[in-house]
């Protein structure tokens, strides 16, 4: 009995050492004066990346950590607004989920169910879409991983990589970079209602229907925003490739916010960029991979409800946690004034 007792009373006096947690710092920029836009919440590799208690880190210590589940090929993210992010994993052909409730991570699909999922968007009842390009349609399942329904067939589409939900038009929209166009189906009966952007899209992967009910697509290829009216007659277009702090290089995904500011991840600057409703130039986020904010390629942007964004680097193997400060997220996470103090004290929250 008393073999135990040395190892047991090292563990209790080291957690009874432990002191109180610092201040909590928050990762924002820019900094003070100027108004903070955005906030770096957390990167995540692995189960290893979730906040750890006192006692975690002891035991750790103590007993080493355990076997860590790491990505393949991140690609496609959303997020349910209840704690849980899934992540389209390319190479392990299966949907993981990292639960924050339970500070674990795991497949959705227990049985071989995906070839090849690539971008994912998730409705109203909380299902998920996930584009197969090999199987050439798109899959909706419930968050249990239970096959819901489908969408197009290997007559439809030869390429789908991306998929976007319209519940207020009650439509489907997916990319398909072969045939150089988005293909509508109706989100109801699944039938293919039409098509457009053929012409006019080369290399077309992420798709947003914004505020004005207009459709924005990355045109990755000509490096720039194409807009379609609801009916997919070409409006206008935004964006150029340059070296200024603007400019686009690769676009792949798009997303808007709860103010109407479009979110674009560039895999190859590699950088997000945000603009404002009318395509003016915002700002950048980002930097090198081997810093926990950085990028290696941006792939995937989900920005829920309330304005937190969740972003896929395909080259580093994980996803970061965003928020954009709108005023929404601010009434849920107020920047206080003693919030400011930390970060003034700990040398600023933007490095």
């Known amino acids: 009995m008393k073999r135990y007792l040395i190892p047991l009373t090292v563990l209790l006096g080291l957690l009874a050492g432990c002191a109180a947690p610092p201040p909590t710092m928050r990762y924002i920029y820019p900094l003070p004066p100027d108004q903070p836009r955005i906030e770096w919440l957390g990167t995540y590799a692995s189960q290893d990346d979730f906040p750890k208690g006192g006692f975690q880190l002891t035991f750790e210590q103590i007993a080493g950590k355990p076997p860590l589940d790491t990505f393949t090929g991140p690609y496609g993210i959303v997020a349910d607004g209840a704690g849980k992010v899934f992540i389209a994993d390319l190479f392990a052909q299966n949907i993981r989920v990292y639960d924050f409730n339970d500070r674990t991570v795991s497949f959705l699909l227990q049985e071989p169910l995906l070839k090849r999922p690539m971008y994912m968007a998730i409705d109203a009842k909380k299902q998920l879409y996930v584009a197969d390009s090999e199987l050439q349609r798109v ?51 699944g039938q293919r209602l039409f098509a457009f952007g053929k012409g006019k899209l080369m290399g077309a992967i992420g798709v947003a229907a914004g505020p004005d009910g207009n459709l924005y697509v990355a045109d990755t290829l000509n490096a720039n925003i194409k807009v379609f009216d609801a009916d997919g007659n070409y409006l206008r277009k935004f964006g150029e490739r340059n070296d200024t702090p603007g400019g686009i290089e690769h676009p792949r995904d798009v997303a808007f916010d709860s103010e109407g500011n479009l979110w674009l991840a560039d895999a190859r600057k590699p950088v997000l960029r945000a603009f404002a409703p009318d395509g003016t130039f915002l700002f950048t986020m980002g930097g090198p991979l081997d810093h926990k904010m950085g990028f290696g390629t941006p792939t995937s942007i989900y920005v829920s409800p309330d304005d937190d964004l969740y972003v896929t680097d395909l080259m580093g193997k994980r996803f970061s946690h965003w928020r954009y400060l709108s005023k929404r997220a601010l009434e849920l996470h107020p920047l206080k004034a003693e919030d400011l103090d930390v970060v003034k004290k700990q040398g600023g929250g933007d490095k």
């Open 139 to 189: 899959l909706v399942l419930t968050r249990e991983g239970k096959l819901v329904r489908t969408y197009g067939n290997k007559d439809e589409l030869t390429l789908p990589v991306y998929v976007e939900v319209d519940e207020a038009r009650r439509r489907v929209y997916i990319s398909d970079t072969r045939q150089g166009q988005i293909n509508v189906y109706d989100l109801t009966g």
